[in-house]
């Protein structure tokens, strides 16, 4: 493909699927760029130009550490959301199994599946002590029901609730959830995955409770591959990495000072402009909802009410295959992304809708447009009229 070509196509793209991967952001690139070219010194050695290197990567953590409420010095930059997720997990297991003690991990049923396969590999025997998992039940509005949690958080050592659904983008109260467990656990570690919420909440305050906190750059126009795992209390971890005892022990490996500082400028970005930025892409998602399910019958959205993401609009769409109108929507030049997966000819349903008792033939047909502060109004009419002709097209083949 020539490159007039390519920006040809380029330009046509509609991107709506922001929370897979937001598009990079200028200024984090610009941010990044003194530590993405010439003599980057390694942020453990003694020289000058390696102090230069620590110098970034202390402002880079104590930036996120303030964006997140978390102690001075008790960030822990790490590969991604996901490697975050699993030390959060696995580090409280093992802390407890090298003291020779069992463990008791309680994770809601709609977690990512960082924190859900993570913790069932655990259950499965992975360490010498025995662990056990229990998953805490989610009402069809996707919340996580406090109701029955009480007795189930009972004698926990690690529950884990993220912030926002990455999937469906439902709200959990994790300060409600977080006060719960302590009542009803000694010494419990309360974990909760934030990737989702970080590029539209105040994690100082919508992680309230949490000890810690998981986030990742590309979730929030920052680099992928970077990603942190925050202490808001000490908290003792065994570290999934070892070697050279990098990030104060808790995780080894020589930190990279470029994506450090790239997550950190894309988190404060984000607060910036949080307050314009929440109200108008709310708008814009449910107006993008509405010209949906007005123009089509059988198309519903996922979580009607309730507290959402202002970016995620999750419908369900009767009658179509999700996977085949992901496709006709991508020939079209509209990017999105279906809650379900296909595989040998055989699709399988999310675990998010099955947790929340969404009937598996209409879960099929699910469909996920997220959407970003600077997608416009024009766009949204265009999104919406893709997806529309292309429902049309696979309801017409089907009858």
């Not at 009480?150 to 926002?164: I, P, Q």
């Not at 300060?175 to 989702?196: F, G, N, P, S, Y």
């Not at 808790?250 to 000072?257: E, Y």
């Amino acid at each position: 493909m020539t490159e007039s070509r390519r920006a040809e196509r380029d330009r046509e793209l509609l991107y709506f699927d922001h929370a897979a991967s937001a598009p990079r952001r200028e200024e984090v690139l610009l941010a990044m760029a003194p530590y993405t070219r010439g003599v980057v010194g390694n942020p453990t050695g003694s020289h000058r130009a390696a102090r230069a290197a620590r110098l970034a990567l202390d402002d880079a953590r104590e930036e996120v550490a303030a964006l997140t409420g978390s102690l001075p010095g008790g960030v822990v930059f790490t590969g991604g959301g996901t490697e975050s997720c699993n030390e959060a997990v696995f580090g409280v297991a093992a802390d407890r199994a090298r003291r020779g003690r069992p463990s008791r991990l309680v994770v809601s049923s709609i977690e990512h599946h960082a924190v859900l396969d993570a913790a069932r590999r655990l259950a499965r025997g992975l360490l010498a002590a025995p662990v056990e998992v229990v998953e805490l039940p989610v009402g069809r509005d996707g919340v996580v029901d406090l109701a029955r949690a009480r007795a189930l958080l009972e004698g926990a050592d690690l529950v884990s609730v993220m912030t926002a659904n990455n999937e469906v983008g439902t709200v959990q109260p994790i300060a409600a959830i977080a006060a719960l467990a302590r009542d009803v656990a000694a010494d419990v570690v309360v974990h909760t995955d934030a990737v989702a919420a970080a590029p539209w909440a105040d994690l100082v305050v919508a992680a309230e409770g949490a000890d810690l906190v998981t986030i990742c750059g590309h979730k929030l126009g920052g680099p992928v591959g970077v990603g942190a795992l925050c202490l808001r209390r000490e908290v003792t971890l065994a570290p999934l990495l070892v070697g050279g005892g990098q990030e104060r022990g808790r995780r080894a490996g020589t930190p990279d000072v470029a994506a450090a500082v790239g997550l950190a400028t894309a988190l404060r970005l984000a607060g910036e402009e949080r307050a314009g930025a929440f109200a108008r892409t709310a708008a814009r998602r449910d107006q993008l909802a509405k010209l949906l399910t007005s123009a089509l019958d059988g198309v519903t959205q996922t979580v009607p009410s309730g507290e959402l993401l202002p970016g995620t609009c999750h419908v369900l769409v009767d009658g179509v295959a999700s996977e085949e109108l992901v496709y006709l929507c991508d020939e079209a030049g509209l990017c999105v992304s279906a809650a379900s997966s296909c595989a040998s000819g055989a699709t399988t349903q999310s675990h998010v809708l099955a947790a929340m008792g969404v009937d598996g033939a209409l879960a099929r047909g699910s469909l996920r447009l997220s959407i970003g502060a600077g997608t416009s109004d024009e766009e949204v009419e265009r999104a919406a009229g893709i997806v529309v002709a292309a429902v049309r097209r696979l309801r017409a083949g089907a009858g």
